[in-house]
Antibody, heavy 118, light 109 residues
């Protein structure tokens, strides 16, 4: 079945970087964009950006430009999201999701909790 | 940037109909998608392209979109429908951003 399996929880200090992985299975990895969405505790969903696994092209939300990098390794069907210069406000659950025609997300990973604390 | 506005909460009795709105400037010209999220779980797509249902989503879930308001309708509400619901569009204006509404907590009384 189609699924996205994300890496485990992370605890980071302010100013550090975090890299979250998202391994796809059950479909052709390069045929669908991957989105990253985050959610702070008790808050709504926040879109971070998209990546095309075939070309490597990316598009980031203005809020995260300069601080986020989305990459992939097609040989292992895995997408990555790296967020730098972490601050406490970045504490959240980070989701990857498969995108259909850059319109909507039909498959989601279970989420990766990132905690930023000194 | 484009803004989607949802009511923070909607309450409905079991068996009744719940309507969750998503307001945006001329949203009727955009494709709207809806997600259901239960506590501690990832979101699940329940409606795409305004009114289409993914396989496995009950027919009780339907959607519409016109003018400045999109609506998710849940008929014959069940206790298991209690969740947060988010609308989403792709803003293809100069921003080229994916936008979510703030979410609506559906409470089944």
């Amino acid at each position: 079945q189609v699924q996205l399996v994300q890496s485990g929880a992370e605890v980071k200090k302010p100013g550090a970087s975090v890299k979250v992985s998202c391994k796809a299975s059950g479909y052709t990895f390069t045929s669908y964009d991957i989105n990253w969405v985050r959610q702070a505790t008790g808050q709504g969903l926040e879109w971070m950006g998209w990546m095309n696994p075939n070309s490597g092209n990316t598009g980031y939300a203005q809020k995260f430009q300069g601080r986020v990098t989305m990459t992939r390794n097609t040989s292992i069907s895995t997408a990555y999201m790296e967020l730098s210069s972490l601050r406490s406000e970045d504490t959240a659950v980070y989701y990857c999701a498969r995108v259909v025609v850059r319109d909507y997300m039909d498959v989601w990973g279970k989420g990766t909790t990132v905690t930023v604390s000194s | 940037s484009y803004v989607l506005t949802q009511p923070p909460s909607v309450s409905v009795a079991p068996g009744k109909t719940a309507r969750i709105t998503c307001g945006g400037n001329n949203i009727g010209s955009k494709s709207v998608h809806w997600y259901q999220q239960k506590p501690g779980q990832a979101p699940v797509l329940v409606i795409y392209y305004d009114s289409d249902r993914p396989s496995g989503i009950p027919e009780r879930f339907s959607g519409s979109n016109s003018g400045n308001t999109a609506t998710l309708t849940i008929s014959r509400v069940e206790a298991g429908d209690e969740a947060d619901y988010y609308c989403q569009v792709w803003d293809s204006s100069s921003d080229h951003q994916m936008v979510f509404g703030g979410g609506t907590k559906l409470t089944v009384l």
